[in-house]
């Protein structure tokens, strides 16, 4: 069973700083890592999706890196503002179609 | 398209008695999932269909959940008798059978059992 954990669990930062947030999954046999946003008492938001044959995908001010054979993706957020305050969540899609959650890193900017 | 639609957003009820959670997956989405979110566990999958079919459903806690799909534009989740142990965000997500396989989640269900 794939078992999915992400450092730190929160994170403090002023306006402008760079964020970066780590995933480790144990199971390399993934199908894609993804990465969502979840706002409090809201649905979650895809973000980046990474596919297994792939290393990174960017999105405006967000890169996300994948490094299948140690297990690990790392988000990173440049020049992070106030609206970038939520919780990030990684989930790795098995080939069994299944998605696995981290527990999620929340994330405050202080403006 | 107005994306996922579950229903109702909030729930509270007494211990014992029947929760159905609904959820309207995004037209044309072959799949369709069920998920649970608590703090202790975090983000868990019940169970899922694929065009109406359950497909996996080792998920599901306990037989008083009950997941059904009667047709492509519909689903329920029901817990009977309800416990406050089931007390958790509910959401529901799909996605179509092709593609990057992104899921595209509704805003939940928060569901209190007293």
């Known amino acids: 069973k794939q078992e999915v954990t992400q450092i730190p669990a929160a994170l403090s930062v002023p306006e402008g700083e760079n964020l970066v947030l780590n995933c480790s999954f144990t199971d390399s046999a993934i199908y894609n890592l993804q990465w969502f946003r979840q706002d409090p008492g809201k649905g979650l938001t895809s973000l980046l999706l990474?596919?297994?044959?792939?290393r990174e995908q960017t999105s405006g001010r967000l890169n996300a890196s994948l490094d299948k054979s140690s297990g690990r993706s790392t988000l990173y957020i440049a020049a992070s503002q106030p609206g970038d305050s939520a919780t990030y969540l990684c989930a790795g899609l098995s080939n069994d179609y299944k998605l696995s959650f981290g527990a999620g890193t929340t994330v405050t900017v202080r403006a | 398209d107005a994306g996922v639609i579950q229903s109702p957003r909030h729930e509270v009820t007494e211990m014992g008695q029947e929760v159905t959670l609904r959820c309207k997956p995004i037209s044309g989405h072959d799949y369709l999932f069920w998920y649970r979110q608590t703090m202790m566990r975090g983000l868990e999958l019940l169970i899922y269909f694929n065009n109406n079919v359950p497909i996996d459903d080792s998920g599901m806690p306990e037989d008083r959940f009950s997941a059904k799909m009667p047709n492509a534009s519909f689903s329920t989740l029901k817990i009977q008798p309800s416990e406050p142990r089931d007390s958790a965000v509910y959401f529901c997500?799909?996605?179509?059978?092709?593609?990057?396989?992104?899921?595209?989640f509704g805003a939940g269900t928060r569901l209190s059992v007293l």
């Open positions: 997500a799909s996605r179509t059978g092709t593609g990057k396989n992104i899921q595209y």
């Open positions: 990474i596919q297994s044959s792939q």
